[in-house]
């Protein structure tokens, strides 16, 4: 059994301690900028309003990609959503880094803005250390 199975079978998931955190242009590579976004959510109407709010700032709502992951339980339930945005394969890494961090009752939305290069497989780091670095400040 895994530490993310253990955790998982003595119910150690824990919500994040604040309940928004922004870290803005967290890293740039190449002329892509990322920032970094958590939330606590409890369930798929406080996502929704989440993203809504999120995207309602202009800054955000032009980013090229908008990419998340959540966590919530409903009724002892565990509910995992994740959306790409455009940037294949981004939802799930983030959505694993929440499962190893036995968090709960969380969306964690990476922004990214295209600076005009290609990262190529360098955009899964920048995409998994951004949310390793948000998951250090709200745990």
Same mark, same amino acid.
């Given at each position: 059994?895994?530490t993310d199975?253990?955790?998982?079978?003595?119910?150690?998931?824990? /919500? /994040?301690?604040?309940?928004?955190?922004?870290?803005?242009?967290?890293?740039?590579?190449?002329?892509?900028?990322?920032?970094?976004?958590?939330?606590?959510?409890?369930?798929?109407?406080?996502?929704?309003? %989440?993203?809504?709010?999120?995207?309602?700032?202009?800054h955000y709502?032009?980013?090229?990609?908008?990419? %998340?992951?959540?966590?919530?339980?409903?009724?002892?339930?565990?509910?995992?959503?994740?959306?790409?945005?455009?940037?294949?394969?981004?939802?799930?890494?983030?959505?694993?880094?929440?499962? @190893?961090? =036995?968090?709960?009752?969380?969306?964690?939305?990476?922004?990214?803005? %295209?600076?005009?290069? /290609?990262?190529? =497989?360098?955009?899964?780091?920048?995409?998994?250390?951004?949310?390793?670095?948000?998951? @250090?400040?709200?745990?």
């Amino acid at each position: 059994m895994n530490t993310d199975q253990i955790g998982f079978f003595l119910n150690l998931e824990k /919500p /994040p301690k604040v309940n928004y955190l922004q870290l803005h242009q967290i890293i740039i590579d190449r002329g892509s900028k990322y920032s970094v976004t958590a939330s606590l959510v409890e369930n798929e109407d406080d996502l929704k309003k %989440f993203l809504k709010k999120l995207k309602a700032d202009k800054h955000y709502r032009q980013a090229s990609h908008n990419s %998340f992951a959540a966590k919530f339980k409903i009724n002892n339930k565990v509910i995992e959503l994740k959306s790409d945005d455009g940037e294949a394969g981004a939802g799930m890494i983030i959505l694993r880094v929440i499962r @190893k961090a =036995n968090l709960i009752n969380v969306v964690i939305v990476v922004t990214r803005w %295209f600076g005009g290069t /290609p990262l190529y =497989n360098d955009r899964f780091k920048h995409i998994q250390d951004g949310t390793l670095e948000i998951i @250090k400040e709200i745990s």
